[in-house]
C-alpha cells in the first residue's frame, strides 16, 4: 500500500511539476513575444491585425499569470474560444474574399461589356463622320459650281449684250446700204 501511495505520490509531483514547467516555459514565451511586438515601434506602426494579437496575448498572459495548476481548465476553454474566434473570423474573411473576387469579376466583365459598347460607338461615329465628310464634299462642289456658273453668267449677259448693240447697229447700217444700192440700182 505504502508503495501504492509513493507512486501516487509521484505522479502527481511529476504532472505538477510539468504543468509549472509548461506554466514557466508559455509564460516567458509570451512575455518574449509581447517584447517583440512592443519593440517594433509602438501602437503608432502597429496594424490592426498586431494590435489584436498584442491584445489577446497580453489576455492569455495575465490569465496564465494568475492562474496556477488548478486554473489550467480555464486557460484551455479560452484557448478554445480564442481559437474557435478566429476560425470564425476565417471563415468570414473567405467569404468576404469570395464577394470581392466576385464583385471584382462583375466588375471586369461590366468594363469589357463597356469597351465592346464604346468601341461600337466609335465605329458608328467614324461613319457618321465619313457620311459628313461626303455631304460637305458635295457641297464644297455644288458650290464651286455655283460660283463657276455666277462668273459665267455675266460674260454671257456682256456678250450678248454685245451681240445685240453691233446688231441693233448693223440694222440701220445695213438699211441705208439696202436703200442705197436700190437708189444706185434704179438711177443705173
Given at each position: 500500500m505504502d508503495a501504492i501511495v509513493f507512486v501516487g505520490l509521484s505522479l502527481a509531483l511529476l504532472v505538477a511539476v510539468t504543468v509549472l514547467v509548461h506554466q514557466m516555459r508559455l509564460r516567458r514565451a509570451l512575455q518574449a513575444l509581447l517584447r517583440r511586438l512592443l519593440?517594433?515601434?509602438?501602437?503608432?506602426?502597429?496594424?490592426?491585425?498586431?494590435?489584436?494579437?498584442?491584445?489577446?496575448?497580453?489576455?492569455v498572459l495575465a490569465i496564465v499569470s494568475l492562474g496556477g495548476c488548478g486554473k489550467d481548465e480555464r486557460l484551455a476553454q479560452f484557448a478554445r474560444e480564442a481559437a474557435d474566434r478566429q476560425a470564425a473570423q476565417n471563415r468570414e474573411m473567405s467569404r468576404l474574399n469570395r464577394?470581392?473576387?466576385?464583385?471584382?469579376?462583375?466588375?471586369?466583365?461590366?468594363?469589357?461589356?463597356?469597351?465592346?459598347?464604346?468601341?461600337?460607338?466609335?465605329?458608328?461615329?467614324?461613319?457618321?463622320?465619313?457620311?459628313?465628310?461626303?455631304?460637305?464634299?458635295?457641297?464644297?462642289?455644288?458650290?464651286?459650281e455655283i460660283a463657276a456658273q455666277r462668273n459665267r453668267d455675266p460674260v454671257v449677259a456682256?456678250?450678248?449684250?454685245?451681240?445685240?448693240?453691233?446688231?441693233?447697229?448693223?440694222?440701220?447700217?445695213l438699211f441705208c446700204w439696202f436703200l442705197f444700192r436700190r437708189v444706185r440700182a434704179g438711177s443705173d
Amino acid at each position: 500500500m505504502d508503495a501504492i501511495v509513493f507512486v501516487g505520490l509521484s505522479l502527481a509531483l511529476l504532472v505538477a511539476v510539468t504543468v509549472l514547467v509548461h506554466q514557466m516555459r508559455l509564460r516567458r514565451a509570451l512575455q518574449a513575444l509581447l517584447r517583440r511586438l512592443l519593440d517594433t515601434g509602438g501602437y503608432t506602426n502597429m496594424t490592426r491585425m498586431s494590435l489584436g494579437l498584442l491584445i489577446a496575448l497580453s489576455t492569455v498572459l495575465a490569465i496564465v499569470s494568475l492562474g496556477g495548476c488548478g486554473k489550467d481548465e480555464r486557460l484551455a476553454q479560452f484557448a478554445r474560444e480564442a481559437a474557435d474566434r478566429q476560425a470564425a473570423q476565417n471563415r468570414e474573411m473567405s467569404r468576404l474574399n469570395r464577394e470581392v473576387a466576385q464583385g471584382t469579376k462583375r466588375l471586369v466583365e461590366a468594363d469589357a461589356q463597356s469597351r465592346t459598347e464604346l468601341v461600337a460607338l466609335q465605329q458608328d461615329l467614324r461613319a457618321d463622320q465619313t457620311e459628313v465628310n461626303r455631304g460637305r464634299d458635295r457641297l464644297e462642289a455644288e458650290r464651286k459650281e455655283i460660283a463657276a456658273q455666277r462668273n459665267r453668267d455675266p460674260v454671257v449677259a456682256n456678250a450678248i449684250d454685245g451681240v445685240g448693240l453691233i446688231v441693233a447697229c448693223l440694222v440701220p447700217l445695213l438699211f441705208c446700204w439696202f436703200l442705197f444700192r436700190r437708189v444706185r440700182a434704179g438711177s443705173d
